[in-house]
């Protein structure tokens, strides 16, 4: 059996202190697999975007483990920890993030530039990112000048244009209208198959979880339950 890509271990997250403390995670226990796609659903407040964050290291836990790709999260200082960032997880959030300055192929091609990958390579691999995520026409152009729906297909090809283990999404269909939202789940749960990644998505929406490997409940900072393939209609009921 394959070592998880991700492996969170008794992780407890709180804010503030004393009579402001909140704990937003409160013992979570998770282990993804590689090529695994694993949805999170839960209420609003429940933990699931601090989750997220912890998994990619933008936070740091208040005790427990957090593991990626088999390095231990806690023990890399920040530049290791922008590194990892970089190489082998990718982010996919409501707000798209792309940069207005830059092109869409610009854009794509950005992580690939800040590993020090030539500019005829680096545009070569975000081509074929693109066209991976079927965006291919007007690459020239500026983010504000594409639908939702198509930056959000730019803003995955910016992360798969690395061979990532990891995909974190956060509500990445959230802006977008149904038909857009669809094809873009569609579209992050055809990655695990076609490019050997695990991906981890936050939503609120039982027909986007129903695409994923693995659904995981949570509730008031605890994992409640977790199901596979489908999400049954009372759960799905009980976590919107």
């Known amino acids: 059996m394959n070592d998880p890509v991700l492996e969170l271990v008794d992780v407890v997250k709180t804010f503030g202190k004393g009579s402001t403390e909140v704990r937003a995670l409160n013992g979570v226990d998770l282990a993804v697999s590689p090529a695994e796609f694993v949805a999170v659903m839960g209420p609003s407040g429940c933990g699931k975007s601090t989750l997220l964050h912890l998994a990619g290291g933008l936070e740091d836990v208040s005790s427990g483990r957090v593991r990626v790709a088999g390095r231990d999260i806690g023990d890399l200082d920040l530049a290791s920890r922008a590194a990892l960032r970089r190489t082998d997880v990718g982010y996919v959030f409501q707000r798209l993030n792309l940069l207005p300055s830059l092109t869409a192929l610009e854009n794509v091609a950005l992580p690939l530039k800040l590993e020090g990958v030539g500019r005829r390579e680096a545009s070569a691999r975000s081509l074929d990112a693109l066209a991976a995520v079927g965006v291919t026409e007007q690459l020239s152009r500026y983010p504000d000048d594409f639908s939702g729906g198509q930056q ?37 749960s055809s990655l695990p198959g076609r490019f050997g990644t695990a991906i981890v998505l936050v939503t609120h929406e039982p027909r986007f979880a129903s695409w994923a490997d693995r659904v995981v409940f949570m509730r008031d900072g605890v ?11 009372s759960a799905a009921g009980a976590a919107t």
């Open 152 to 188: 959000q297909r730019i803003a995955i090809a910016r992360a798969i244009v690395v061979e990532r283990a990891l995909i974190l999404a956060d509500e990445p269909s959230g802006a977008l209208d149904t038909m857009t939202g669809d094809s873009v789940i569609e579209l992050l």
């Open 223 to 233: 994992v409640v339950d977790q199901t596979a393939s489908t999400v049954p209609v």
